[in-house]
Structure formats: C-alpha cells, structure tokens
C-alpha cells in the first residue's frame, strides 16, 4: 500500500511540474506575441505615415486612381492578414476531389 501511494505521489508531483511548465510556456508565448505584436504594429503606422506624407501637393503630384490603387491594396492585404487569425483560415487546406 505504501508503494502504491508513493506511486501516485510521484506522478502527482510530475503532473504539477508539468502544468507548471506548460503555464510558463504559454505565458511566455503570450509575452512574446505582444512584444513583438507592438513593435511590427508601431512600424507599420510610421511607415502609413509616411505614406501620408505623399498627400503633400507641393512636393508631389498624383491622381485619384494611383491614391485608390494604393488604398485597395493596403485594404486588401489587410483583409488577407486579418483572416489568417480566424481559426477557420489557420489550418493548412487540403486537396480533395
């Protein structure tokens, strides 16, 4: 009986640090994202920004098509980006007939 028990201290023990770590991982995992989530995002809003810079009609001259087509673009590769956090889109898509 004795050993029994001490079986199921031990794995008691080993399941503990188990959740443990998995909690350290996804933390840090977690951690992770928001940095490096901030760091991309605050670069992208400086690199729009410069974009905007563009508007300056004393230093540039540009039609409405070229301001559309680069609005759509932007737009759209956000759209695309955007849907790759869906759950649905994160799975790899396989071929079926």
């Known amino acids: 009986m004795k050993n029994i028990r001490k079986i199921i201290d031990k794995y ?3 399941m503990l ?10 933390t840090q ?3 992770n994202f928001k940095r490096l989530a901030e760091n991309r995002t605050n670069k992208i809003i400086d690199m729009i920004r ?3 810079n563009l508007s300056n009609t004393s230093n540039y001259t540009y039609t409405d098509e070229q301001v559309n087509a680069i609005f759509d673009t932007l737009e759209e590769e956000l759209k695309n980006q955007r849907s790759r956090f869906s759950s649905n889109q994160n ?3 396989k071929f079926r007939l």
């Open 17 to 26: 640090y188990l959740m443990q770590e998995v909690r350290y991982v996804s």
């Open 12 to 14: 008691n023990e080993q």
């Open 91 to 93: 799975k790899k898509r």
């Open 50 to 52: 410069l974009l905007g």
């Open 29 to 31: 995992k977690e951690e």
